[in-house]
Nanobody, 122 residues
Framework: VQLQASGGGSAQAGGSLRLSCAAS????????MGWFRQAAGKEREFVAA????????YYADSVKGRFTISRDNAKNTVYLQMNSLKPEDTAVYSC????????????????WGQGTLVTVSS
């Protein structure tokens, strides 16, 4: 599956952004999807993941209660709604796919989209 992320940009602290990740290819519904981010000079870190079952979602503690991951299988798209943004959310955000089971480990994903930059100013 090929992935295309979009929706990054600039926001003020406390603001919101929504990222989208569109998938091409067949059988999107059988993939678990994840969002990861990498800030300048830091390691890539897990943000959120959603299983094949869209009611099964997972979040990093740092974003829990502020970010929401969702998927629309009819549109082959996964979303990351980011609310109450903080300057420390500034990073390049990437979406990823792996068959069936969601994971918080980047190396367990075998398809990656290009990153989209999110910048949050105080």
């Amino acid at each position: 599956v090929q992935l295309q992320a979009s929706g990054g940009g600039s926001a003020q602290a406390g603001g919101s952004l929504r990222l989208s990740c569109a998938a091409s290819g067949r059988a999107f519904a059988i993939y678990a999807m994840g969002w990861f981010r990498q800030a300048a000079g830091k390691e890539r870190e897990f943000v959120a993941a959603i299983a094949m079952n869209p009611t099964s979602t997972y979040y990093a503690d740092s974003v829990k209660g502020r970010f929401t991951i969702s998927r629309d299988n009819a549109k082959n798209t996964v979303y990351l709604q980011m609310n109450s943004l903080k300057p420390e959310d500034t990073a390049v955000y990437s979406c990823a796919a792996r068959p069936a089971i969601a994971s918080m480990v980047p190396n367990e994903y075998n398809s990656w989209g290009q990153g989209t930059l999110v910048t949050v100013s105080s």
